[in-house]
């Protein structure tokens, strides 16, 4: 599939039968919301990586974006572990049964792995910067005028977004809040703060200073 984008007409999702199976995979097992901003999440980042000039596999960036959020599914409320790394764990055993070369799987997983840990992914390799400067951009409008106006219309329009700020949030707080210890010391425990009633985010300090160690 090919937008037709005026900054970067040659942006397009993979013709290679491991992307197609990953489309179809994505597209069985997750919301129209997830797929659609999974899509925008490749289409951005690919953007923001020819901003950046950083080269990249166009098809390793397409996976870890399909599969960044798939940890959030109902069957994974009760793993006890951050969606992200169910998310990882997803694309590791997808990429291994398609026989791709551990580097590779390597990539993919960190970069689903970061996708929520800021400050971090944009030192690393293209494809995990990239995920995260895609997540970023469409869920929270980091680095909003890099692309053209008439780009973003482009992808929004093959890929809406139609209340998604409610809706990613919808989704999130159902994705987590089975399993609130898995938010300690990330941005997802101000999700549950703000829509789950009594929920208590963990403090760092305190962890500290109640620790077993005697002094």
């Known amino acids: 599939m090919t ?5 970067a007409s040659d942006v ?6 491991l992307a197609r199976a990953a489309t179809e995979l994505v597209r069985d097992s997750a919301s129209d919301l997830i797929y659609h ?19 990249f596999d166009p098809e390793l960036l ?10 959030l599914g109902e069957r994974f409320h009760d793993s006890g ?19 791709v070369p551990e580097d590779s799987i390597r990539r993919v997983w960190t970069a689903i792995a970061l996708h929520t840990t800021p400050g971090i992914p944009e030192f690393m390799e293209p494809e995990v910067a ?15 005028r890099d692309i053209t106006e008439a780009d973003r219309a482009a992808v929004v329009a093959q890929h809406p977004r139609p209340d998604f700020k409610r ?3 919808e989704a999130f707080t159902d994705g987590i809040r089975s399993k609130p210890e898995s938010t300690f010391g990330n941005v997802k425990a101000d999700v549950l703060e703000h ?21």
Not at 37 to 55: A, E, I, K, M, T
């Open 37 to 55: 901003h999974s899509r925008r999440v490749y289409f951005f980042g690919s953007l923001q990586g020819r901003n950046r000039d950083r080269g």
């Open 81 to 99: 572990r951050r969606f992200e790394v169910d998310s990882a764990d997803e694309a590791r055993r997808f990429l291994a049964a398609h026989h």
């Open 195 to 215: 829509y789950v009633p009594g929920f208590e985010r963990g403090d760092f300090v305190a962890t500290i200073l109640d620790s077993p160690w005697p002094e």
């Open 130 to 144: 990239l995920v995260t400067a895609g997540v970023e951009y469409d869920v929270f409008g980091i680095g909003y």
């Open 3 to 7: 937008i037709n984008l005026s900054a």
């Open 62 to 71: 397409y996976i870890a974006a399909m599969f960044h959020d798939l940890g």
């Open 12 to 17: 397009r999702v993979p013709d290679t039968k």
């Open 167 to 169: 809706r990613i949030l």
